[in-house]
């Protein structure tokens, strides 16, 4: 499998990483079948492990772990995340020193590891100072815990926040973004990925299969993404819900004169762009697992990009719904009226 490196860290990393968050009580709930599922992309050359603490409450972390035991540390590019809320307590959540030192030592715990290659702040944290997350997290670095850092889900202003604080406070920086990118769902191009281009970070993408809208399901619409939380997703009678469902037909005929199937020319379109290192797939199952990895050499020629073009515009989110870049501000009617 084709590898890169990751932004400036000289880390080189798969073209696919492995995601792990149906690993656990989100999905797999058999170790066993997930240990499995690991070593199987391990043995295919992914070499890339993306997990947090907050996946299944920590039950994902534990499996990796379980997983490292049987093969060389050194050969496994580790990545995890922290500041998602991991209880009820304010203090167990954000980029606070508090948080962060406590949290590293939970994950590398779970993991039966004592150190992190990629470390990433999984959301921005509005509350805390990020030259105090910057120096906790450059701390770790000087200590040997962690290799090197990153952030996931920050807007283009706030990754550029972040690299102006570590540059004027002496600090360590981010190293790589993780943002959700896929056909339908292509604002970033405009922002965010130019912005970690302009910074030299390395970028590992999530969501190639769009929740399974590009599953290659003749109705993507049912399966067990359309159930509980997720149903909004499919929710027809949301008029951006509509508009993915008439793209993918598009899309659908496409792969199909393309003589590919719908996940190929998904993941594949994604590793098209310059910017992005690495793709993360997220499997419950082997059978998964192994579908995905079949499409691990497809290329798409220009003509087939082109046409990927003209059915969603480089650029355009079909669903803004779908996306997890909204400000809180923008939910907080106090922060934008004045009080009376």
Not at 30 to 58: C, K, L, P, Q, W
Request: aromatic letters at 6%; proline letters at 5%.
């Amino acid at each position: 499998m084709e590898r890169r490196i990751l932004g400036g860290t000289g880390m080189s990393v798969s073209a696919f990483a492995l995601g792990t968050m149906m690993l656990g009580a989100s999905g797999n709930t058999d170790h066993d079948e997930s240990v499995r599922i690991i070593h199987t992309a391990m043995d295919a050359g992914i070499n890339f492990i993306d997990t947090a603490d907050v996946y299944s409450s920590g039950e994902s972390e534990i499996i990796v772990g379980k997983a490292l035991k049987e093969c060389r540390r050194d050969d496994v590019v580790l990545a995890t995340k922290f500041a998602m809320a991991m209880g009820p307590d304010g203090n167990q959540r954000g980029g606070s020193r508090k948080w962060i030192m406590r949290a590293v030592e939970d994950s590398l715990r779970r993991l039966g590891t004592d150190y992190i290659d990629l470390y990433q702040m999984h959301r921005f944290d509005p509350v805390t100072d990020l030259d105090e997350t910057l120096s906790a997290l450059s701390d770790l670095v000087r200590a040997g815990k962690v290799r090197a850092f990153g952030s996931s889900l920050f807007h283009a202003e706030q990754i550029v926040e972040a690299q102006w604080v570590a540059e004027r406070r002496g600090h360590r920086r981010f190293r790589s973004e993780q943002p959700p990118y896929n056909i339908l769902l292509r604002g970033i191009e405009s922002n965010v990925l130019p912005t970690a281009q302009h910074y030299g970070l390395g970028v590992l993408t999530f969501g190639p299969l769009a929740s399974g809208w590009l599953s290659g399901r003749a109705d993507p619409t049912t399966g067990h993404r359309n159930a509980g939380a997720g149903k909004q997703l499919f929710d027809q009678s949301d008029p951006g819900n509509r508009a993915k469902a008439q793209v993918v037909k598009k899309l659908s005929k496409l792969a199909d004169e393309a003589g590919l199937p719908m996940p190929y020319l998904a993941t594949a379109f994604v590793r098209s762009h310059p910017v992005v290192t690495s793709v993360l797939i997220g499997p419950r199952t082997p059978e998964h697992l192994a579908g995905l990895l079949a499409g691990a050499d497809v290329i798409l020629t220009d003509d087939i990009l082109d046409r990927i073009d003209e059915i969603v515009p480089p650029g355009t989110d079909l669903n803004r719904n779908d996306l997890m870049y909204v400000p809180s501000v923008l939910g907080d009617k106090r922060a934008r009226r004045r009080t009376r």
